[in-house]
């Protein structure tokens, strides 16, 4: 940029000296040359003058010899001619001499004005008219060769070479000042390609006194406003931008034309995951649901803020409270929208009040029970020497069951609040395993369920004995109770490969089918409600294995297939993990 401008600044004053030492050249020449025509006219009309009165003497046939000697003594071609513009003497004789010389404009102005002058072609004429003579009128015409001036000459060149070293000292300024024009304009250039450069320095001015200083100055002190003003936004912007990627709710912008301006990460995570950038999408490519569309094209037509309940159909199915409220941007009004996700939420609602459905189902029945047949007693039962004691034991079933479900319920409950924190135990799995198939013996046997203790390695784990041995019990017991006579039921544990020991219990009982299967650690929920009465589950021993399990870090997997049976794993960290995560 600025070598053009030096090349353009330098280039106009090169034309302008040009263009000056033209005209000068030109207007010394017009000058030398008129002076020189006047000169030489001056001598040709004094001449002619002299010679007109020796003329009239003449007589006709001295004409040639004395045009011939007088040009010699005069160094000028002198001619006389008649008035018919025929030729009588010449003292140079070429094709001119014998043509009519009444075209000449010198011989014309000679007839009609008694003398003329002109030149042509470098050659100066003066025509005297000659009257008196006794023969006739004669017109005398002298010319010479308009030559050139010495003293001329060597103005001229003095003149041309003062114009050369004017130039060259014109052009040397110029050179100097269009370099300092452009050195001047790159400073600012750099200031203005360095306003939105936070690390540019502040430039100094090197002049004080010109319009470009202040210029300059302006420039410097805007790039420092601009600067700071860039600096806070980015700041501004960079603290909003981690806000907003940092919220646990998802976020969404469009503009007027519900085109995606921004949305952060738990938006994204939300509608599943993509490849590639999705600012810039049409809102149905990112989100194919009509309810959020005119939600968003309502809040842009109105201005106004609303919301709504959302459910977005996508991988995994989410529900959504939906704040939309509009957004000015610089095409126009757009919208954005919080997504606060009530997914968890309305599950637990909805499993608190299953909850609350269970139990008073499964105190409903029990209770049911007792009153009856306490009722049937006072109504007369106590009577009745055959029935009674069958009254009683049905009552102190159902109450030994009540006291099941709230044993059950305080476990439960202990467990989700962590009341039941003590110092963690190295707890043997050998032990454990074993001392639960001693309890479970006696009824495995009763239901003709053979027990097999498969290859159990020599491993420990950290956490609570109680209920470690509360859960493998748990779940022993149910792999018999919902077995088949002759079934097995297998236990076995090893260390794994990561620091785990896995401990599992599989069995060869009527299994779980797999709609079922994500449910069955909720509280009271049962597969086989009535096989669950019949052996005298409460519905909470597999909620109970799960929140135990979690409490000691560990966690819980299932496999079943209907009719063949299910495998539970449990998966502990081992003790010696443990002791070396803290040490």
């Known amino acids: 940029m600025t070598d053009r401008i030096f090349h353009r600044l330098l280039f106009l004053a090169l034309a302008l000296i040009a263009i000056t030492v033209f005209f000068v050249d030109s207007e010394i020449r017009g000058y030398l040359r008129d002076r020189d025509s006047a000169s030489t006219n001056q001598r040709l009309t ?63 102005d000679a007839l009609q004005k008694n003398s003329g002058a002109a030149v042509d072609s470098g050659i100066a004429y003066y025509a005297l008219s000659i009257t008196g003579r006794p023969t006739g009128a004669l017109i005398l015409k002298l010319s010479v060769p308009l030559a050139a001036d010495p003293a001329a000459r060597e103005l001229r060149a003095r003149v041309f070479s003062l114009s050369v070293g004017s130039a060259v000292l014109a052009l040397a300024v110029a050179f100097l000042i269009s370099r300092s024009l452009s050195r001047r304009v790159g400073r600012l250039k750099r200031i203005a390609a360095g306003m939105l450069d936070s690390a540019q320095q502040d430039v100094s001015v ?52 519900l085109r995606v301006t921004f949305c952060n990460e738990a938006f994204q995570k939300a509608i599943g995951p993509r490849t590639g950038s999705v600012v810039g999408l049409v809102l149905l490519e990112l989100v ?24 977005l159909s996508v991988e995994n199915p989410r529900v959504f409270a939906v704040q939309s409220t509009p957004l000015a941007t610089p095409a126009g009004l ?37 009153i009856g047949y306490a009722e049937t007693l006072l109504d007369g039962g106590l009577n ?62 009763s239901r003709d369920v ?21 859960v493998v019990l748990n779940l022993v017991a149910n792999a018999i109770k919902f077995n088949r006579p002759g079934g097995e039921v297998r236990l076995s544990a090893k260390e794994m490969d990561d620091g785990r020991v896995s401990i599992i219990i599989s069995d060869t009982g009527v299994g779980i089918p797999s709609q079922d299967l994500p449910r069955i650690f909720e509280r009271f929920y049962r597969v086989d409600k009535a096989r669950s009465k019949e052996v005298g589950g409460t519905g909470l021993g597999l909620s109970i294995v799960k929140h135990a399990i979690e409490r000691m870090n560990g966690s819980i997997a299932v496999e079943s297939e209907l009719g063949r049976g299910s495998r539970f794993t449990l998966f502990l960290p081992s003790a010696s993990s443990a002791v070396h995560q803290n040490v």
């Open 288 to 311: 194919r649901d009509p309810q959020l569309r005119d939600l968003l094209i309502s809040v842009i037509a109105t201005g106004t803020p609303r919301q709504m309940r959302l459910k």
């Open 450 to 470: 053979r027990l097999v203790r498969e290859e159990v390695d020599d491993v420990c784990v950290q956490g609570s004995r109680l209920r470690l041995e509360q």
């Open 46 to 108: 004094s001449t002619g003058q002299l010679l007109a009165t020796q003329i009239a003497a003449l007589p006709v046939t001295t004409f040639q010899p004395w045009v011939e000697s007088t040009a010699r003594i005069t160094g000028l071609r002198i001619t006389l001619i008649e008035p018919s513009g025929r030729v009588v003497a010449d003292s140079t004789r070429d094709e001119a001499s014998n043509e009519n010389q009444l075209r000449r404009p010198e011989v014309t």
């Open 384 to 445: 009745d020497a055959a029935n009674k004691e069958r009254f009683v034991e049905i009552i102190r079933k159902n109450a030994i069951r009540l006291n099941s479900i709230a044993a059950d319920l305080l476990v439960l409950s202990e467990l989700e609040a962590g009341g039941d924190a003590v110092e963690p135990d190295i707890i043997s799995v050998p032990a454990v395993l074993d001392a639960t198939l001693q309890i479970v013996e006696s009824e495995a046997r």
């Open 206 to 257: 090197e002049y004080a006194g010109d319009d470009l200083a202040s210029l300059e100055r302006s420039l410097a002190g805007v790039a420092r406003e601009l600067r700071g003003l860039l600096e806070r936004l980015g700041f501004e912007s960079a603290r909003r931008e981690a806000i907003l990627s940092g919220m646990a709710e998802g976020v969404l912008a469009v503009d007027r034309d």
């Open 334 to 370: 757009g919208a954005i929208a919080i997504f606060h996700d009530t997914t968890e939420l309305e599950r637990l609602e909805q499993v608190r009040k299953d909850f609350v459905a269970n139990v008073s189902h499964e105190l409903r029945t029990p209770l049911a029970g007792i």
